[in-house]
């Protein structure tokens, strides 16, 4: 039977949610003036916030949850193969410092969604920003359940009231402090993951006879840190040209038109300050995910392959069982500070997007006082959805490799949109809007096919082939950018015939 956290360890995890709690709060009255709080100081902190601090809120909302828990069950269950992703990521970020930052820090702008805005129209600056809203929603919805896993595990409640827990503690500091709140408890919860998720690593090589260094030595025998795979095999996810051209593409969508970090970059001092926040953040990135991947060697080594948990509750229910008491409640207490400070990013970039990009353009005239109001109730609508979207969101597969393909399906046209108006000046709302549809039409019709839940209609089989999650971004850019720029053309030619 499963161990639950002891006395000790539960008061570390209740210490650790209250300081937080209180830490968050602290920043209600950020930015305040006489005549209340600005939207800028609410959703952007004021574009006062150091690079560095930056940086590790990226970190914190990339490897998240779904990092810790489930990147170790990759690793368990396979090789190092993952990490050719984060080749890719490193590559994304340097295309988004050249094409999408200097744009965003043209003029004040608040989403990314602005920029589609200026460029092409506000039809289609309503349509990128709707898809944003459902992208994000079902992602984090993901996210969310990952981290009631480990609440279960840790004091032995239902998924429904483990995923309460979090939302509810998370909104209370987010609906009041903003993104100041979420980027400096995401500061303080980063240092306190880092610390537990090396803390866990020193402890399991003690645990397995002859340490790390055994553990290596066996590893490279039975080959479960090989890291290259040069195969063309497109129905494979870790490869070396899946990672380095599908997780470019990710990244390129995920931190150059994705609300979620691109509010974090807008918070920067300048667009110097937002570049080096956004590369050192790769470099963090990279050695994250090789930690993990070496928690999840050293749990092969530990466990053997006679494991009977899912890959996904390993590394959990080793922290449980195996940690020494107060060690177990820290690590717990890591793992609910990964999970609240992107739950906290995700409710303030949805609340920002949805009141920047859908509802001031229709109500211009609110007053600062009601913009305020409105924002927190936004706030606490948000929080509410992603809570019912984490109850539907239980089910099959690594929960990390499930929610990249759910963003996946929507990347692929968002990012296509934003590469077709930076790329082409021939490039026209309507054809946009064709090209967007298309885009995400064929990363559908193929997601349909590799989910694992997929209904098989095997007519689709001859012209979407099951292929793994990590093109679906590059599949849906090309279809988008190409179909874009043809429609743009047609319709140019069919309005100058008239």
């Known amino acids: 039977m499963a161990h639950h956290l002891s006395g000790l360890d539960l008061l570390i995890v209740a210490a650790y949610l209250a300081t937080i709690t209180v830490f968050g709060l602290r920043f209600r009255n950020y930015g305040q003036t006489s005549g209340g709080r600005s939207l800028e100081s609410y959703f952007l902190a004021d574009r006062r916030i150091p690079w560095w601090a930056i940086a590790l809120s990226i970190v914190a909302a990339e490897t998240s949850t779904l990092t810790i828990i489930s990147v170790p069950g990759v690793a368990y269950t396979g090789d190092w193969g993952f990490l050719q992703i984060v080749l890719g990521y490193l590559l994304g970020r340097i295309v988004i410092c050249v094409l999408f930052l200097p744009r965003y820090f043209r003029g004040e702008l ?47 409640t239902r998924d429904v009231l483990s995923i309460g827990i979090i939302c509810l503690l998370t909104l209370i500091y987010t609906l009041e402090g ?143 069982d195996e940690m020494p008491r107060g060690v177990a409640g820290l690590m717990v207490a890591a793992i609910l500070a990964a999970a609240m400070s992107n739950l906290s990013a995700a409710v303030n970039s949805l609340s920002s997007s949805t009141m920047v990009d859908l509802i001031l353009p229709r109500r211009p005239s609110i007053d600062g006082a009601g913009k305020t109001r409105l924002s927190r109730g936004l706030t606490l609508f948000w929080a509410f959805v992603l809570f019912v979207l984490a109850l539907l969101s239980r089910g099959g597969g690594h929960v990390v490799e499930v929610g990249l393909s759910i963003a996946s399906v929507a990347y692929g046209s968002l990012l296509g949109v934003f590469l077709l108006g930076t790329l082409s000046k021939r490039a026209n709302e309507g054809g946009a809007m064709v090209g967007m549809l298309c885009g995400f039409t064929v990363n559908f019709l193929l997601w349909k096919q590799s989910h694992p839940v997929a209904i098989d209609e095997g007519s689709l089989h001859f012209i979407f082939p099951k292929i793994a999650w990590t093109w679906f971004v590059l599949a849906g850019s090309l279809v988008t950018c190409a179909t874009g720029w043809l429609a743009s053309l047609l319709m140019q030619e069919r309005k100058t015939n008239s």
Not at 115 to 137: C, N, S
């Open 178 to 320: 903003g993104l100041a709140a979420v980027i400096w408890t995401d500061v303080a919860q980063m240092a306190l993951y880092a610390v537990g998720t090396l803390t866990s690593f020193v402890l399991l090589g003690r645990l397995v006879p002859g340490g790390w260094q055994h553990i290596h030595a066996a590893a490279m025998a039975a080959g479960k840190i090989t890291i290259f795979h040069f195969a063309w095999n497109v129905t494979t996810a870790y490869t070396f040209w899946a990672g380095l051209l599908g997780g470019c593409f990710l990244t390129m969508a995920s931190h150059g038109t994705d609300q979620l970090m691109v509010q974090r970059l807008l918070a920067a001092k300048n667009l110097r300050e937002s570049r080096i926040a956004l590369l050192s953040s790769g470099v963090m990135v990279l050695v994250q995910f090789a930690l993990f991947l070496a928690i999840g060697t050293g749990l092969y080594f530990f466990y053997g392959r006679a494991a009977t948990t899912a890959p996904d509750r390993l590394y959990p229910q080793f922290l449980m």
């Open 110 to 156: 608040m989403t990314a969604y602005q920029v589609i805005g200026q460029r092409f129209g506000p039809q289609l600056h309503r349509l990128t920003a709707f898809l944003f809203l459902f992208l994000r929603a079902a992602a984090e919805g993901v996210r969310v359940f990952a981290v009631s896993i480990v609440v279960g595990i840790a004091i032995g």
